[in-house]
C-alpha cells in the first residue's frame, strides 16, 4: 500500500523508484509467506485448492490491469500514470484489513511450544474434533513434543526452534541431508522452470508479439492482450478446483508438455510472418493460437502448481527459508527473462527465442519426470518420508514386521 501511494504521489524519479522498491518488497514477502500459510492451515485433501488462491489473485489483478490501464490511458498524461500506480493502495487495504482477522499458523504455534493457541486454531479450521486432533498429533510428533501432552505451553529444545536462524540455513543450503537436498532441488527447480520456459515474454510483450504476427490496430491489440488475462484466468481457476484430484505432477506434466508444443509452434509461425514478404493469415491466426494454447497450458498446470509444491515439501523447521529460497529463484528469472527478452529476440529473432524457451520446456518436462513425486494426499509431516530414498520399501518393511508380530 504504501509502496503504491509513493509511486502515485511521486514527484521525482527517485521517489518513483523508491516506491516501486517498497512495493517489490511487499509483493515478494507476499509470495512467499501467502501459500506457505495456506498449506500449513489446510488439510491433506485441501491443500492444493487453498494454496492456489493467490495465483487466482494475480491473475485477477493482471485482468484489472490490462482493463484498467486502457481506461486511464485517456486521461491526461501526468494524471493517467499516477493512477495506474496508485490506484493499486485500495485492494492493498482491504487486504491489510482482512489479515488481521486471520488466525495464526497452527504448525508455527507448535514450534513456539504455544500448543493451546494451536489446538483453538485447529478446532476452527477442521472439520471435527478428530480431525483437529489427529492433525496436531501429527504436528507435534514432526515437532519432536509427546503427541500425548495436554501442556499449553511446552519448551522447545534450540535444535528443534525456528528462531534459531543460522541452524535453519546451515540444514538448508550448507550441510543438508540428502532427502532436504531433495526437497530443495525439487522446490528451487520447478520454480526456475516456470519464467525459465518463456512465460514472461508472452505475459509482458504479448503485443509485440501479436504485432510481429501481423495483429497491429490498436483496438485490434487491446483485446488480444485483454485475452490473454481472461485465458489465464479461466484455467488457473480450473486448476484450482481440480489439483487434489488430478495430483499436482500429472498437472505438470500434462502442462509442460502442451507448453513445449505451443512454444515450438508459436516459434515456428513467427520465424514464417518475419521472413515472408507479405501478410500470411494462416500464419497470423495460428500465432494467436497458440498464444492463448501456451496460456491456457501455462496457467492450468506449472503456474499454480510451483507454488503449491514448493509451500508443501519443506520439513516444518525449513518450510519457511525454503520457500523463501525458492521464491527468490523465481523474482530472479523472472526478472532475468523480462529485461532480456528483447536483447535475446534481437539476437536469434523472435522466432529463436521461442524455440528456446521450448528447448528449456523439455528439459522442464524431463526434470518434473525424474525429480518431482506425487504429493497429493499426502500430510506436510509424510514429506520426509516421500523424499527419502527407500521411504516406500521401508514402510513396506515396516509393516511387514508389524504383520509377522501380530501374527
Known amino acids: 500500500m504504501l509502496g ?15 516506491g ?20 500449513e492451515i489446510s488439510s491433506a485433501n485441501t491443500r492444493g485448492f487453498l494454496s492456489s488462491l493467490p495465483e487466482i489473485g494475480i491473475s485477477c489483478g493482471i485482468l484489472l490491469g490490462y482493463i484498467s490501464n486502457n481506461i486511464f490511458a485517456r486521461l491526461r498524461l501526468e494524471l493517467g500514470w499516477r493512477l495506474m500506480l496508485g490506484i493499486a493502495a485500495i485492494p492493498s487495504l482491504f487486504l491489510a484489513i482482512g489479515i488481521l482477522k486471520m488466525p495464526e499458523s497452527p504448525r508455527w504455534l507448535v514450534m513456539q511450544g504455544r500448543l493451546g493457541e494451536a489446538k483453538k486454531i485447529m478446532y476452527k479450521v477442521c472439520d471435527d474434533g478428530e480431525e483437529a486432533e489427529q492433525r496436531l498429533r501429527d504436528i507435534k510428533r514432526a515437532a519432536g513434543i509427546d503427541e500425548n501432552t495436554t501442556d499449553d505451553v511446552v519448551m522447545i529444545p534450540k535444535s528443534k526452534n525456528v528462531a534459531g536462524g543460522g541452524g535453519v540455513w546451515r540444514d538448508l543450503l550448507l550441510r543438508p541431508t540428502p532427502t532436504v537436498r531433495r526437497m530443495l532441488i525439487a522446490g528451487v527447480g520447478v520454480h526456475f522452470f516456470e519464467h525459465a520456459t518463456g512465460t514472461e515474454a508472452v505475459i509482458l510483450y504479448g503485443p509485440r508479439i501479436f504485432r510481429k504476427a501481423g495483429v497491429t490496430a490498436k483496438r485490434k491489440l487491446l483485446l488480444a492482450t485483454v485475452g490473454v488475462g481472461l485465458t489465464k484466468l479461466t484455467f ?3 486448476s484450482t478446483f481440480i489439483i487434489d484430484k488430478v495430483g499436482r505432477r500429472t498437472l505438470l ?6 507448453m513445449i508444443l505451443t512454444l515450438a509452434g508459436l516459434g515456428t509461425c513467427l520465424t514464417v510472418v518475419e521472413h515472408s514478404e507479405k501478410k500470411l493469415l494462416w500464419a497470423l491466426v495460428l500465432s494467436l493460437i497458440f498464444v492463448y494454447s501456451f496460456i491456457m497450458f501455462f ?34 528469472m523472472n526478472a532475468t527473462v523480462s529485461m532480456s527478452f528483447l536483447s535475446l529476440s534481437s539476437a536469434i529473432t523472435i522466432g529463436g527465442a521461442f524455440y528456446l524457451f521450448a528447448g528449456v520446456a523439455v528439459v522442464a ?8 513425486p506425487e504429493t497429493k494426499g499426502r500430510s ?10 527407500g521411504g516406500d520399501s521401508t514402510s513396506k518393511n515396516q ?3 508389524l504383520e509377522l508380530v501380530n501374527s
Not at 20 to 39: E, K
Not at 253 to 258: A, N, V, Y
Not at 380 to 389: A, D, H, I, T, V
Open 4 to 18: 503504491s501511494i509513493l509511486m502515485g504521489y511521486a514527484p521525482n524519479y527517485g521517489v518513483l523508484l523508491a
Open 20 to 39: 516501486r522498491c517498497t512495493a517489490g518488497i511487499g509483493v515478494g514477502f507476499a509470495l512467499m509467506i501467502a501459500p506457505v500459510y495456506a498449506a
Open 236 to 238: 488457473i481457476t480450473i
Open 253 to 258: 506434466l500434462f502442462s509442460i508438455g502442451g
Open 299 to 332: 496457467n492450468v498446470g506449472l503456474c499454480p502448481v510451483c507454488w503449491v509444491y514448493s509451500s508443501e515439501i519443506f520439513p516444518m523447521r525449513l518450510r519457511a527459508a525454503g520457500a523463501s529460497v525458492a521464491v527468490a529463484v523465481n523474482r530472479l
Open 365 to 372: 518436462w524431463f526434470f518434473v519426470f525424474f525429480c518431482l
Open 380 to 389: 506436510l509431516e509424510e514429506m520426509e518420508e516421500l523424499f527419502s530414498k
Open 399 to 401: 509393516t511387514k514386521q
